[in-house]
C-alpha cells in the first residue's frame, strides 16, 4: 500500500464547476499537506499548505484536512479553462521527507 | 535570476555512463531535494539535504550519488546510468519543512 493514494483521473468538468480532489494517507506522522498545481512539461508550483486539521482557504482555492480519517481534499470553485493542469497533493513530518500523491489531471472545458 | 534553475534541460545518455544534473538556487533556502518523476508513481525523493554537508536518502536512492559542498548547489549524478533511470528529474528547494519550490525539471532518456 502507497503511503498516499490519489485518483490519477482524468477528470474533466464544465468551466464554472466546483471540482473536488482529493488523497488518503496511511503514515500518522505526517503533519504539514500541500497541494501542488503542474502544467504540462513544468515544475510543481505550490498552491497551498496547512499544518492542521480543518478548512484554509485563498480565493477560489479551499482545502481541507481531515487527520482522524487521514483524508485531504483541494476544491476549486468556479473553474476556468486556466485551472486546466495536474494537482499533486503532498505531505510531510519532521523529517523533511515529502510524500507526493500521483497526481489527477484535470482538463476544464469552455 | 533569482530562483531555482536545473541544467541541463534535456539530456540523451547512453546506458552505462555517469551523467551529472545540475540544480543552482538563490533563495539561501537551507533544503534541497531531488525527485523523479513517473508515470504511475507520482514524484518519488531520491536524496534531500538540510544544509550545506549533509544529505540523507529518500525513498528511491539506489544509482544515485549527491553531493552538497555549497548553499546554493546540489548535483545529481547517475554514476552508471541504466534505462530505468530515464524519467524527468525535478529539484526543489525550501526554507523549512513545508513550501517547496520546484525548478522546470531534467528531462533524461537513457538508450
Known amino acids: 500500500q502507497k503511503e498516499v493514494e490519489q485518483d490519477p483521473g482524468p477528470l474533466s468538468v464544465p468551466e464554472g464547476a466546483i471540482v473536488s480532489l482529493n488523497c488518503t494517507y496511511s503514515?500518522?506522522?505526517?503533519?504539514?499537506f500541500m497541494w501542488y498545481r503542474q502544467y504540462s512539461r513544468k515544475g510543481p508550483e505550490l498552491l497551498m499548505y496547512?499544518?492542521?486539521?480543518g478548512n484554509k482557504e485563498d480565493g477560489r482555492f479551499t482545502a481541507q484536512v481531515d487527520k482522524s480519517s487521514k483524508y485531504i481534499s483541494l476544491f476549486i470553485r468556479d473553474s476556468q479553462p486556466s485551472d486546466s493542469a495536474t494537482y499533486l497533493c503532498?505531505?510531510?513530518?519532521?523529517?523533511?521527507?515529502?510524500?507526493f500523491g500521483a497526481g489527477t489531471r484535470l482538463t476544464v472545458k469552455p | 535570476d533569482a530562483g531555482i534553475t536545473q541544467s541541463p534541460r534535456y539530456k540523451i545518455t547512453e546506458t552505462g555512463r555517469q551523467v551529472t544534473l545540475m540544480c543552482h538556487q538563490t533563495?539561501?533556502?537551507?533544503?534541497m531535494f531531488w525527485y523523479r518523476q513517473d508515470l504511475g508513481h507520482g514524484l518519488r525523493l531520491i536524496y534531500y539535504?538540510?544544509?550545506?554537508?549533509?544529505?540523507d536518502k529518500g525513498e528511491v536512492p539506489d544509482g544515485y550519488v549527491v553531493s552538497r559542498s555549497k548553499t546554493e548547489n546540489f548535483p545529481l549524478t547517475l554514476e552508471s546510468a541504466t534505462r530505468s533511470q530515464t524519467s524527468v528529474y525535478f529539484c526543489?528547494?525550501?526554507?523549512?519543512?513545508?513550501?517547496?519550490?520546484f525548478g522546470q525539471g531534467t528531462r533524461l532518456t537513457v538508450v
Open positions: 526543489a528547494s525550501s526554507l523549512g519543512l513545508a513550501e517547496a519550490f
Open positions: 503514515n500518522s506522522a505526517f503533519q504539514y
Open positions: 496547512t499544518y492542521s486539521s
Open positions: 503532498a505531505m510531510g513530518g519532521n523529517n523533511n521527507d515529502m510524500r
Open positions: 533563495w539561501s533556502h537551507s533544503y
Open positions: 539535504s538540510a544544509a550545506a554537508d549533509i544529505t
